[in-house]
């Protein structure tokens, strides 16, 4: 009865790599988190802004979507322009060849 050597090798490789792997568990993870967590105290401060933020806000954000906007459009029409004449390039190259 041959080969049970090799398949015992073969055995005790993968049982020594799964030993060189780090045992995590989440349940560990969880644990750590919580007790961590009790030592801490949380602080909550309750942040409101003011009409003048809020506006300088919607402001900010409006002109950066324009902005935003304004790059799309100028990088369809250049790479819609650059298909256009890439097969109009290719188009008048073959109607050379065949001179219809």
Known sequence: MGGFGSMDAANKSIK???????????????KNYNSALRNKRSKFTDKTATHSQLSEIRERSLREN???????????????TAIIIAWWLLTENIIEKHNF
């Not at 020594?16 to 969880?30: E, G, P, V, Y």
């Not at 324009?66 to 819609?80: A, D």
């Open 66 to 80: 324009k902005r935003q906007i304004k790059k799309t459009v100028i990088k369809l029409i250049l790479v819609g």
């Open 16 to 30: 020594n790599n799964r030993s060189l792997l780090r045992k995590n568990s989440a349940w560990d993870k969880i």
